[in-house]
């Protein structure tokens, strides 16, 4: 199934009609892994879409979060960042150049989800674990 076509059915699939904005904001994302900010996608597409308005890319991206279509990245910063893969992973943040890699790690979400069986939270129902990594890369010198 090609790139295009996926976007419009996880659009049918959330209930969200496929307009021009929802199409072009999604692809953008879908294309980009380093987890963007609303303003990052939003310089992306100004170019070939310049009536769009940042206001409607922050109001887009919180349709898609409220439909389950991406996720909200949390960071050190007051920046938002986005995520469009929303199955189960968690996230390295890279000090110096603020990257954030997806990590992915079956072992680690049945040790977590083992531990919170175990050890529950009072009032609290579990609807998601997400591990935050925050470290740097280290160089290894030869010898």
């Not at 919180?62 to 909200?72: A, C, T, W, Y």
């Amino acid at each position: 199934m090609n790139k295009k076509v996926k976007i419009r059915k996880t659009l049918a699939n959330a209930g969200l009609k496929a307009t021009v904005q929802r199409l072009v904001i999604l692809e953008t994302l879908t294309d980009n892994f380093s987890h963007p900010t609303a303003e990052s996608i939003f310089k992306k597409i100004k170019k070939d879409y310049p009536s769009i308005s940042l206001s409607t890319v922050y109001n887009t991206l919180e349709v898609f979060r409220k439909h389950g279509i991406v996720r909200i990245v949390n960071t050190d910063s007051v920046t938002v960042r986005y995520d469009s893969v929303t199955d189960t992973h968690h996230h390295i943040f890279f000090e110096g150049n603020n990257k954030i890699e997806d990590y992915y790690n079956p072992e680690l979400d049945k040790l977590l989800q083992k531990f919170f069986l175990k050890n529950k939270i009072p009032n609290i129902e579990i609807n998601e674990l997400q591990v935050q990594i925050k470290g740097k890369h280290i160089r290894i010198q030869a010898n």
